[in-house]
């Protein structure tokens, strides 16, 4: 079992049950609330990452902004028929992932499509950022009113040219099945739920965004490794294909009392359609569950209570659910 939260409340029963002809012998009522962990089908919520930009090396690009770009480029040239730049890129996280707390994330992926895939054997790593940018509206235009290769923001330049990341946080993408062979187009997902429950990179992903970057030495003798990955500004393409974050939450307890001679409590992050029982237990040690409601979710929340009964002291429920 995973306890997902664990609450002891203490409590006094004396009358006004509903039903009964006597009071109840004053008594503490302890409410213990669990989750059975492996079970429980949690919530996924996928958002779409809008606020995206991409900065290049060559001389002439430096100090471009491509904060309205189709695409969110990672690549690097070769220094054989090229002049060995590179492109490296920049985004944001929703807002809305940092309104749930670590404990309640149990999966963040961040996902990014790629029409024609070009990266060979080479990786592309997503690198937490130590500096925030600022996406701007160019389309390789100038001058910038967002990132550059030079700048953060089209004015205040990088204390590293190319962008300040954190090197000791980082996760290599995995790339998905190729989709169509004829444009050897796939998703590429990173996992970064570890950077999202570890203070430090937690906090430099909600202060100042990830970069993607591909693996950039050594520099190809020929040819060009490139992951030319589809913004959210892209009109061709539908939301399915923008880039996204997906992310699986652990059903919540809220609202927890006990009041009126009825324990209470809501329940939210729930997964529409599956099943869901309550189980209820008077002593832990025995692990004597006992199903004591059944309900199919309509909702991500809903709310749930039962009736004290004479003679309960001890009271532990838990929740697990299947589709």
């Not at 962008?163 to 190729?178: A, E, I, L, N, Y």
Request: charged share 10%; hydrophobic share 35%.
């Amino acid at each position: 079992m995973v306890p997902l939260l664990l609450l002891m409340k203490a409590g006094k029963q004396r009358c006004g049950l509903a039903g009964l002809g006597r009071c109840l012998k004053t008594a503490p009522i302890v409410l213990g609330i669990a989750f059975l962990g492996p079970t429980v089908l949690a919530q996924t919520i996928v958002t779409n990452i809008t606020t995206t930009t991409y900065i290049d090396s060559r001389v002439s690009n430096q100090t471009l902004n491509y904060g309205q770009a189709h695409t969110v480029k990672a690549l690097i040239n070769n220094n054989v028929t090229s002049d060995g730049s590179l492109c490296r890129g920049l985004f944001q996280l929703p807002p809305q992932i940092w309104t749930y707390p670590p404990e309640q994330i149990l999966s963040a992926t961040v996902v990014f499509y790629v029409w024609q895939d070009n990266t060979g054997t080479r990786n592309v790593t997503l690198y937490p950022l130590t500096r925030s940018f600022v996406e701007g509206t160019g389309y390789g235009t100038s001058p910038a009113d967002g990132a550059t290769w030079l700048t953060y923001d089209g004015t205040n330049l990088w204390t590293n040219p190319g962008g300040d990341f954190d090197s000791g946080w980082s996760v290599v993408g995995v790339k998905g099945p190729v989709l169509d062979p004829d444009e050897n187009d796939r998703f590429f997902s990173w996992d970064i739920t570890a950077l999202l429950k570890t203070s430090t990179s937690r906090a430099e992903l909600h202060n100042y965004g990830a970069m993607l970057r591909i693996d950039e030495t050594p520099v190809p003798a020929s040819g060009m490794p490139r992951a030319p990955f589809t913004s959210s500004y892209d009109p061709s393409y539908p939301p399915a294909y923008w880039p996204s974050l997906q992310l699986t939450l652990s059903p919540v307890l809220f609202n927890v009392m006990i009041s009126g001679g009825t324990v209470s409590f809501g329940i939210s992050n729930l997964t529409v359609g599956a099943t869901n029982t309550i189980e209820r237990s008077f002593d832990l040690t025995t692990n004597g569950w006992t199903a004591v409601s059944s309900f199919v979710a309509t909702g991500s929340s809903t709310n749930w209570s039962e009736t004290i009964q004479p003679g309960w002291t001890n009271a532990y429920y838990r929740l697990h659910s299947q589709e």
